[in-house]
């Protein structure tokens, strides 16, 4: 399996992110080629108003700068990309794609050491027929077991749709961090630059080689341009004409028919900060002349809920956030509870949470499995910072390996893989984590406001995530609950031990 990188232009936004997309749900060895030239606006609604609107997979729409793919990476590569908070991104998934016939990444720097590669895949190899043992059987039992439950209108293909990406979910455990990685990336040309600055800068070759093959691809090669592509196949137009439509856009193009197609007034923030000014003469204000002196000031380790009112007020006042804080600081705790519990009072059912939620900086040091950490990871509206990646924390083991028989071959592998990275380490230190499970744990900071916080954890304890990331994120939500009661019970977040086995 060869690595592809390459820009692409000449592809409209919406039809552009349908592609991306793809990547979740399609086969290992299908390309972003294999599909771009079939693309249509038509193709692009359908698939939108099924994923995005339906089922509220809001990712796809963060699409719209220089576009770049890269194919047939590692996921120590995957992590280092993703490690930026101005990108939008799709990557290959591990919960939908079956990776039981998928060729590894071989880390460039044990290719002409044959003894080591040879430890290298006959260890990968251990984990991915593991991998379809586990996927096969929990399938199985997942089909027995749910069968009784199944809605009636539920047809008999999503439903053993359902139990395979179910059955997913669990073997994905299994997967060595060789595993090929596709992303589809838009960024501005200053965070090309970074990005490309930390591939050049990283440890382990393969990243130098990407560094260096993404330089090449944004700044020397011709980008792919399916339109163009197309154009050229057309016989009844002669070069001279071809050469004059190069230089147009075809016909009148609209950008965004879709994604904003159901956009409408939203009288949440007004209704909110209407509310608020009652609470004015509380603060005391009035007698205060407004702070209208040039300069800055830095707040710092404040309560995040006198923060968040703070915050509110803001809004509605005049006067500098110094001035606001000092009198909402004087104000009784029944009081700020009750400003906290009007300001949550007017949320609709789709309405997100308001923007002044995101103050404070709270910090979760979290030991999760691999596989999961990467749908934490995506969340880039906050600070994250990873340890390196090791085998220094164990190793999860999903209950559904157990029920099904398979937990002594699941430990006996992994044991394997234990050996086989240390060999590894011991002779290329850092090559080693190819080798590791999606099942093994890694500790990574998260820093972030508490806004942040209400989004992660209401959005991936939803019954339709995966276990692992709803237990953490539920976690989260307890822990912050338990410091700020009167805003934390504001979270709309899922219990973990709630399961719709249906829901995707």
Not at 196 to 220: N, R
């Amino acid at each position: 399996m060869k690595r592809q990188i390459f820009s692409v232009l000449g592809v409209m936004p919406e039809p552009g992110g349908y592609a991306i997309a793809k990547f979740s749900r399609t086969p290992t060895y299908k390309s972003y080629q294999d599909w771009v030239m079939e693309l249509t606006q038509e193709g692009a609604e359908k698939f939108y108003h099924a994923i995005y609107f339906q089922y509220g997979h809001a990712s796809i729409a963060d699409l719209a700068h220089v576009m770049a793919v890269l194919e047939n990476i590692s996921v120590p590569a995957r992590n280092l990309l993703l490690d930026d908070q101005l990108i939008d991104v799709q990557s290959r998934s591990t919960r939908y794609v079956d990776y039981s016939q998928a060729v590894m990444i071989v880390p460039p720097e044990i290719k002409k050491d044959p003894a080591m590669k040879k430890l290298y895949l006959k260890t990968c190899r251990q984990m991915t027929a593991l991998y379809f043992l586990v996927l096969e059987k929990v399938a199985a039992y997942y089909r027995q077991k749910y069968l009784a439950a199944k809605p009636k209108e539920m047809s008999d293909e999503d439903y053993s749709r359902i139990v395979r990406v179910r059955a997913i979910d669990v073997a994905r455990y299994l997967l060595p961090c060789g595993i090929p990685k596709s992303m589809g990336v838009i960024a501005s040309a200053r965070t090309w630059e970074r990005i490309i600055s930390k591939f050049l800068s990283a440890d382990l070759q393969e990243l130098q080689e990407i560094g260096q093959d993404l330089q090449k691809a944004i700044c020397q090669k011709q980008a792919l341009n399916p339109s163009l592509a197309k154009l050229a196949k057309i016989k009844w137009l002669d070069e001279k004409q071809k050469k004059q439509i190069k230089k147009l856009f075809f016909g009148k193009n609209v950008a965004l028919p879709t994604l904003v197609k159901y956009a409408q007034p939203n009288e949440y923030p007004k209704n909110l900060f209407t509310n608020l000014k009652k609470w004015l003469p509380k603060l005391g204000l009035a007698k205060i002349k407004p702070d209208g002196r040039r300069g800055v000031e830095l707040f710092e380790k404040i309560d995040p809920e006198v923060d968040l009112v703070t915050t509110l007020f803001y809004k509605v006042t005049p006067h500098s956030f110094g001035q606001i804080l000092n009198s909402v600081k004087k104000l009784p705790p029944k009081t700020l509870a009750k400003i906290i519990e009007e300001s949550y009072q007017f949320r609709g059912d789709h309405d997100a949470v308001f923007k002044e939620a995101a103050t404070g900086n709270l910090t979760f040091d979290i030991c999760m499995d691999i596989g999961s950490f990467r749908d934490l990871h995506r969340h880039r509206n906050c600070i994250q910072i990873l340890k390196p990646l090791n085998n220094d924390y164990g190793y999860d083991l999903p209950k559904e390996v157990a029920e099904v028989g398979l937990a002594k071959e699941y430990e006996k592998v992994l044991a394997e893989v234990d050996k086989a990275y240390k060999q590894m380490e011991k002779k290329y230190p850092g090559v080693g984590q190819y080798l590791l499970a999606q099942a093994c744990r890694r500790r990574f900071l998260m820093r972030m406001s508490p806004w942040e916080v209400q989004y992660i954890s209401e959005l991936r304890s939803r019954p339709q995530g995966h276990i692992s990331y709803r237990q953490i994120s539920f976690q989260m939500a307890q822990l912050f609950a338990q410091k700020y009661p009167e805003w934390g019970k504001h979270f709309r977040v899922t219990n973990p031990q709630v399961v719709d086995f249906f829901k995707r």
